[in-house]
């Protein structure tokens, strides 16, 4: 089977987790991936979709117009190459399954030519509508509007059609040099998602299995014994904005540090991708400050987390059975922010723009309440077999 995955590390991770277990099970399995993910792929049959999206995410705190020029200089060539290596590198591996992530918007096409079933990946569920919520990422992401509902999931679904030429550019390389017409329905779409997280919406089809989330530990590093030792030394608020980064870094480090002194925690600052400092002033031994650390390894050990709410923090934190604050930036963050505080799990979302300690002090006393409910959650999300079910759906394709 070949496994196409888009995104940063929250959709390259269970797309790994996937071909690592699939391939322990016998399967021939192939896996594209983006560049740079950070995400350890040893003893995998990976290639490379030629797309960085830490180049493409880089719009944070840009103008208008100079995020169109982003667009054209960095977006769209991006993503021209992902479509054009997806249907090269699947062609030449020729699997009996295509697995694929949304934004591989070739993945129909080359299944097609080959005659092979597909299937479709979803993290977030942008592209299966349903009553009970609006799209999520949409513009009207904070508004219920009942039945109308569904007619959010046209906006994401429409994106795709900013690249169609450039979709018609890559199945030049399929045989007769164009896609087969009209495109074949995916056989199944499977929600890598936790059911103790969203509960299948009564109106998805038979087709969409919520599966659970795609983690198997195997490829968890071992967190420096440094950062081991600072969180096991006392109780410890980890906070990481992963991808994100807007606004000023220190200021929102800062707001952090003095939170968690409010409330007596210790504080380990995960810088990622530069969303997050220090000021000199903040520094203390109650402040541990990292670039990186594998969150499923220290997330345990802490008594709550501070995080952007993007799907792949979300279910580490569940998982690991501990409250949290989600600061959500953009797209999806929003909806699992406010979905973790409707199961009792964290505290009230603070948009990024509106965090301050007046805002952030509350809301750590708040989360740290809710330790007892988040356990009994943590536990249930451990206690699913998300990979063995989604294997178990392909295999009937």
Known sequence: MMLLTSGTRGDVEPFAA??????????????????????????????SLDVDFHRLMRTHG????????????????????MFSAAVRETLAFDPDLVL???????????????????ALAEFVPVATPTREFPAPGGPTVATDLGRFNRTTYAV??????LFRRDV?????????????APASASRATLMGISPQLLPR?????????????????????????????????????????????????SALGRTLVDSARAHGLRTLVITGWGGLALPEGSRGDDVLVVPAAPLDAVLPDAALAVHHGGAGTVHTV??????????????????????????????PPIPRRLLTAETLVPAVGDALARRERAQRVGRAVREEQGLRTALDVLGTL
Not at 100 to 118: E, Q, Y
Not at 203 to 216: E, K, M, N
């Open 18 to 47: 996937l071909a690592r277990y699939a391939t322990a099970q016998g399967h021939r399995v192939r896996l594209g991936v983006p560049e740079n993910s950070g995400v350890d792929l040893s003893g995998l049959d990976t290639v």
């Open 62 to 81: 840009l103008s208008p117009w100079t995020a169109v020029r982003h667009f054209r200089s960095e977006v769209g060539p991006g993503m021209r190459r």
């Open 100 to 118: 694929h992530h949304p934004l591989i918007l070739t993945a129909p096409a080359v299944a097609d030519a080959l005659g092979v079933p597909r």
């Open 156 to 161: 994401p679904r429409s994106g795709a059609r």
């Open 168 to 180: 018609e550019r890559a199945c030049r390389q399929l045989p007769g040099g164009r896609a087969p």
């Open 201 to 249: 919406p009564a109106d998805w089809p038979a087709r969409v299995h919520l599966t659970g989330s795609w983690h198997d530990g195997a490829g968890v590093p071992a967190p420096d014994p440094a950062v081991t030792e600072f969180v096991r030394g006392g109780p410890c608020l980890v906070a990481t904005f992963g991808s994100m980064s807007a606004g000023d870094p």
């Open 318 to 347: 569940a998982r690991a059975g501990v409250p949290s604050v989600v600061v959500p930036f953009l797209v999806d963050q929003p909806f699992w922010g406010r979905q973790l505080h409707r199961l009792g799990v964290a505290a």
